[in-house]
């Protein structure tokens, strides 16, 4: 059961632009998570965003979230070409037994 | 460093042997569970366990075993692996209540002849 539907599916800009990937989701939740994977690897955590929150920044990432429209979105500033990888929203289960993932955003940086 | 291990990152088997991914966290983490992620599915939660002999099955459990005699420790078990289990396998753990900030191990890749 798929919770997060990340768009777009693949992303490619240059070094520096800023890239921008977006998250839907289906029910309530409590909070969001974003991780990235870089090809075939293991899943890092970025950051999470709490339902109370509208706005997260940490570092060159910047995270909205509008419970509203249950949506979210991921803004990297500045890309480098090391931003490559997969970008997963990521929400707990009903339950909160397990993270429902997106398919996830691929991204690529090129120099 | 904090962090969870699987083991092996890599494995090539043929159908029907019995194989066991190990992993492992030094978090002192009441939750495991394992994944599967696989092309055009996303990430598909196999087994959780909640604590020490908690087990519970996620949404793909078929196939799968898994035992949990030690907090640290969450082996996942093929008794007799298929091809259609050829995946990357990740582990992942959290404190108890806080299932959704999980840490991930860094896979297994796991190819079923």
């Known amino acids: 059961s798929q919770q997060g539907e990340e768009d777009p599916q693949a992303l490619s800009i240059q070094e520096g632009e800023n890239a921008t990937m977006n998250c839907s989701y289906k029910?309530?939740?409590?909070?969001l998570q974003w991780y990235r994977q870089n090809s075939g690897r293991g899943l890092v955590h970025l950051i999470l965003?709490?339902?109370?929150?509208r706005e997260k920044h940490s570092g060159r990432l910047r995270v909205t979230l509008d419970t509203s429209k249950k949506s979210s979105s991921l803004l990297i500033t500045a890309s480098r070409a090391a931003d490559t990888a997969s970008y997963f929203c990521a929400t707990a289960n009903q339950a909160g037994t397990a993270l429902i993932f997106g398919k996830g955003t691929t991204l690529s940086v090129s120099s | 460093e904090a962090q969870v291990t699987q083991n092996p990152r890599y494995l090539i088997t043929v159908t029907g042997k019995k194989l066991t991914v190990t992993c492992s966290q030094n978090?002192?983490?009441?939750?495991m569970s394992w994944y599967r992620q696989d092309p055009g599915l996303g990430l598909r939660q196999i087994y959780y366990s909640m604590n020490v002999e908690v087990t519970d099955k996620g949404d793909v459990p078929e196939g799968y075993k898994v035992s949990r005699k030690e907090k640290r420790n969450f082996p996942l078990i093929l008794e007799s692996p298929s091809p259609n289990q050829t995946s990357l396998y990740f582990c992942a753990s959290s404190s108890l209540g806080a299932q959704y900030e999980q840490f991930f191990g860094p896979g297994t890749r796991l190819t079923v002849l």
């Open positions: 978090m002192n983490h009441e939750y």
């Open positions: 029910t309530s939740i409590n909070n």
């Open positions: 965003i709490r339902s109370n929150e």
